[in-house]
């Protein structure tokens, strides 16, 4: 945009310059030659002009505008997604939609950056992100982030404009939702050595997402995550990350009601009646990736790479039942729970969950890729088959495989998955009628 | 079942695998503003003997270059100062590869002040002050008393990150730095400002005077040459460079084989600029 800009006050300032004088020679015509001095003063004006365009240009060449728009068709298998497992609630079988419309302000100041980050669709206009970086060291060796940002993980940060997937795998959307959340990251990105290039990220968030209503309370969420690559050399045609994370928080249940799952069942739990905060709905989970770059094949790149994550989270829980009642002791035989009779209207259930995802992926050239993900995700490990009695204790696996072709700016993604489900007592057999096929339509500016 | 998802990928593989395949016969060139001249030179010497290969170059900047090469839009990025590891972890991400970096040809950052300019020396150190803006009279640094008007290049030139890094050692740029679109720019206002000082690429160095460089305030003040850029002593000299997303392959492998070949090589010393 800046060079745009420049090169139409550049023209602009030549056509004047030209019809100055050229207007000059006309009046030089007629009664009086316009003097050197005349035509020099023309030009020292013209000049003082640039100079005051440039300055406002350069004001402008620090704000950068870049985003991208994302249109396309959704088609499911049935009207109803089974276990609300459709991206949208409303039962359709298919659909146009703007799935993605961002916008993204970014303005840059010394050692500082900006970003206001909306993304507008058909549903309305949320703040995707709106943070502060501070560069503390050169070549972003040391950042400080603060706002609403993405939370350190490697499917979240990659863009949704650059993932292979049309969407990111469940256990990402679960332990991450809304990928962004609001707190203060410190980015330390040390260079040491050409091909080992480790990156710690710490940060503290408040924990219910970006878009939730904000958490306040005493209790912030932690996450820490450790990427490096192996040492292989720049030059290798094999390259390879592996990292780690960990993510430590929880939020206070103020209600009466705290279920988790003992013994395959869902049992109401809390502790004592003596304060406000009956008990912490802990949001742990640890996680480990790679991935994996070979430059091999004379047709193009080809990427496998996956991540485990095993945790717990809290969610809306389902009302407790009756066989929630009685006094459940810990593996040392002392009441390390009290149980209560009555369950409250909004309990607060923990589960225990697990989840990975793994991809491959073949690029053709830079103009085209085809891709093949699986992703499965157990929303309650303590409990399978018959024990499995709602939506949220069900365990998913998504079978997705499509293709991308790039032509400048755009990209056309043709998309299907395939979701399996574990035999349920809830309805669940081993294939639903649930799979989606998605073409969507990318333009990124 | 089985037959709608057979159905769906050959769909899928068919459609991808034609657009994949498709010949190419047109190769764009994009980056670096420093280069925009010898990488004109060389696609038009290198067209000249294979009419078979179209070759478009534009320049932009280095950082415009490697984001073009980053989505898509160039095959070749010309760049005065090597890929980030952010930009090579980008690259990796999207193609599977860190990129493929080829040094191309040397280059002396070179201080260009006016031919009247009674200063022929400068150090490291005090065109470090010079570009911070503690240094704002040339008496300072033994010439006239006169304001020191600075000119530099916008940060997406690579000449502006490298300079950045080995001259200001990484600090920032003063605020009376007045940016300029690319190093003929700089040149043109160096050569009409008698108290002008700019930097860019020895290739342009035309209508202005060099100045030398030396290390330490005291030290032997040192020219851009062949040699002392070939043997390291000239203070700020760089390589240039060409990134490719992956190993090159067809025509793009015979054109960047090409460059780095004596014949190519021949082309960087007629531009101006240091070969390997």
């Not at chain 1, 009046?27 to 050197?36: A, H, I, L, R, W």
């Not at chain 1, 069900?394 to 072709?405: E, P």
Request: with cysteine; aromatic share 10%.
């Amino acid at each position: 945009m800046g060079t745009l800009i420049r090169k139409f006050l550049v023209l602009s300032a030549l056509a004047g310059l030209s019809i100055g004088i050229a207007h000059a020679q006309q009046e030089g015509d007629g009664t009086e030659p316009t003097s050197p001095e005349e035509v020099q003063g023309d030009v020292e004006t013209i000049k003082e002009r640039m100079d005051l365009a440039e300055g406002t240009l350069e004001k402008l060449t620090q704000l950068k505008i870049s985003g991208y728009i994302q249109a396309e068709w959704q088609h499911f298998d049935q009207t109803t997604s089974p276990q609300g497992r459709a991206l949208f609630s409303d039962p359709r079988r298919n659909a146009f939609l703007i799935r993605r419309g961002r916008i993204k302000f970014q303005h840059r100041s010394s050692w500082l950056t900006a970003v206001l980050y909306p993304d507008i669709s058909e549903r309305g206009v949320v703040l995707k992100e709106a943070y502060v970086d501070f560069g503390l060291l050169p070549d972003n060796e040391l950042n400080i982030t603060v706002g609403s940002f993405n939370r350190p993980n490697y499917e979240v940060e990659i863009s949704s404009s650059n993932r292979e997937s049309t969407e990111r795998a469940q256990v990402t959307r679960a332990f991450y939702p809304d990928e962004r959340d609001l707190g203060l990251m410190a980015t330390y990105y040390p260079t040491i050595a050409e091909s080992f290039t480790p990156k710690l990220q710490v940060g503290l968030f408040n924990g219910g997402g970006a878009t939730a209503a904000s958490e306040v309370d005493p209790y912030k969420d932690i996450i820490a995550r450790l990427t490096f690559p192996l040492p292989l050399g720049a030059e290798s045609p094999v390259q390879i990350d592996l990292g780690a994370s960990l993510y430590h928080g929880g939020i206070p249940v103020a209600t009466d009601s705290l279920l988790e799952t003992v013994d395959g069942k869902t049992k109401l739990v809390f502790n004592d009646a003596t304060g406000d905060l009956r008990g912490l709905g802990n949001r742990k989970n640890f996680n480990v990736e790679g991935q994996i770059f070979l430059d091999l094949l004379p047709i193009g790149g080809t990427i496998i790479k996956g991540e485990v994550m095993t945790g717990s989270r809290p969610t809306a829980g389902t009302a407790a039942t009756s066989a929630s009642v009685g006094i459940t002791k810990g593996s040392d035989g002392k009441d390390s729970i009290r149980i209560v009779p009555g369950a409250a209207a909004k309990p607060v259930q923990v589960r225990n969950q697990m989840g990975y995802y793994g991809y491959f992926i073949q690029n053709f050239g830079s103009s085209a890729q085809l891709a093949l993900k699986y992703d499965y995700f157990d929303r309650n490990t303590d409990m399978e088959g018959a024990q499995v009695t709602s939506s949220g204790d069900v365990a998913v696996g998504v079978l997705g495989f499509g293709g991308s072709v790039f032509v400048g700016n755009a990209r056309i993604t043709l998309w299907h998955e395939i979701p399996t489900t574990e035999q349920d007592s809830f309805g669940g057999a081993e294939d639903l009628k649930d799979n989606k096929t998605t073409v969507r339509f990318q333009y990124k500016f | 079942m089985r037959k709608k998802l057979t159905f769906l990928l050959t769909l899928i593989t068919a459609c991808i695998g034609l657009y994949a395949f498709m010949p190419v016969d047109v190769i764009t060139v994009k980056g670096s503003d420093t280069m925009v001249i010898l990488a004109q030179k060389w696609a038009e010497t290198y067209q000249s003997k294979n009419s078979g290969v179209s070759i478009r170059v534009t320049g932009g900047g280095s950082g415009t270059g490697i984001s073009a090469l980053i989505n898509g839009t160039t095959d070749i990025c010309n760049s005065s100062r090597p890929m980030t590891k952010t930009e090579k972890q980008q690259l990796k991400n999207r193609y599977g590869s860190p990129g493929v970096e080829v040094r191309v040809a040397k280059d002396g950052i070179t201080i260009y002040v006016h031919p009247s300019n009674g200063v022929s020396k400068l150090s490291i150190g005090q065109l470090k002050g010079i570009y911070m803006g503690t240094i704002t009279n040339w008496s300072q640094v033994g010439g006239k008393n006169a304001r020191i008007i600075v000119y530099g290049r916008e940060n997406s030139s690579g000449t502006y990150a490298f300079f950045k890094e080995h001259v200001l050692g990484g600090y920032d740029f003063g605020g009376s730095v007045q940016t300029l679109p690319g190093t003929a720019a700089v040149v043109n206002a160096v050569a009409k400002d008698p108290n002008g000082i700019g930097y860019g690429g020895f290739g342009y160095a035309k209508g202005i005077k060099v100045c030398q460089v030396s290390t330490t305030d005291g030290g032997a003040g040192i020219m851009p040459s062949d040699q002392t850029i070939n043997n390291g002593s000239y203070p700020i000299s760089r390589y240039l460079y060409i990134y490719l997303k992956n190993r090159p392959t067809g025509a793009l492998k015979s054109y960047v084989d090409w460059i780095i070949s004596a014949e190519g090589q021949s082309v960087v010393k007629k531009t101006g600029y240091f070969p390997l």
